[in-house]
């Protein structure tokens, strides 16, 4: 089993701002089989990046993803005000996990 | 557009079973997978299992083999999940979510989601 350890636990930044998430995981992630989800409160998650670095069709560009083996990052370059909500990463190599989440919130 | 409607919110009795569906439209229903994932509330994403919409192959989370059953009718392009020997640690939110990526052979990465169900579980 692989577990995926995300950091911080909450992220506390203003609109403007640079976000920058974490993903561990306890293994390799076999070629890249990552993704990244944001879910907002009552709704239900919204793909954002596959294969590690590749954006969903309809993602702003500020959205990015990178990183391979066992660490992963997103980032968000400029905070827009809708981008505060929870963030998981997932993978999808060697059976399927997700991480705990980061809530992102407006400082 | 692809999408994903599901069943309207569920109350069961410790014991019970339940059964979701998830309606697709907007894509061939029978060149995608769909994964089944559930949220407790205020908890993070579990993912459940998988179905191929193409063959019936199946994909179970380890911690519910057993009492997990996914299905598809193919003629309504729908999808099915039956959760049996509810406990109240079920009671969640639980979304259907297509694979991102057609003829796969396993899960991989979700989009869309369905708008989730609300399956409360108590006595």
């Known amino acids: 089993e692989i577990v995926l350890t995300q950091s911080p636990g909450t992220l506390s930044l203003s609109p403007g701002e640079r976000a920058t998430l974490s993903c561990r995981a306890s293994?390799?992630?076999?070629?890249?089989?990552l993704a990244w989800y944001q879910q907002k409160p009552g709704q239900a998650p919204r793909l954002l990046i596959y294969g590690a670095s590749s954006r969903a069709t309809g993602i702003p560009d500020r959205f990015s993803g990178s990183g391979s083996g066992t660490d992963f990052t997103l980032t968000i370059s400029r905070l827009e005000p809708e981008d505060f909500a929870v963030y998981y990463c997932?993978?999808?190599?060697?059976?399927?996990?997700f991480g705990q989440g980061t809530r992102l919130e407006i400082k | 557009q692809v999408q994903l409607v599901q069943s309207g919110a569920e109350v069961k009795k410790p014991g019970a079973s339940v059964k979701v569906s998830c309606k697709a439209s907007?894509?061939?229903?029978?060149?995608?997978?769909i994964s089944w994932v559930r949220q407790a509330p205020g908890q993070g994403l579990e993912w459940m299992g998988w179905i191929s919409a193409y063959n019936g192959n199946t994909n179970y989370a380890q911690k519910l083999q057993g009492r997990v059953t996914m299905t598809t009718d193919t003629s309504t392009s729908t999808a099915y999940m039956e959760l049996r020997s509810l406990r109240s640690d079920d009671t969640a939110v639980y979304y259907c979510a297509r694979d991102g990526v057609a003829a796969a052979s396993k899960p991989n990465w979700f989009d869309p989601w369905g708008q989730g169900t609300l399956v409360t579980v108590s006595s």
């Open positions: 907007g894509y061939t229903f029978t060149s995608y997978g």
């Open positions: 293994q390799s992630v076999s070629s890249s089989y």
């Open positions: 997932q993978q999808y190599g060697s059976s399927l996990f």
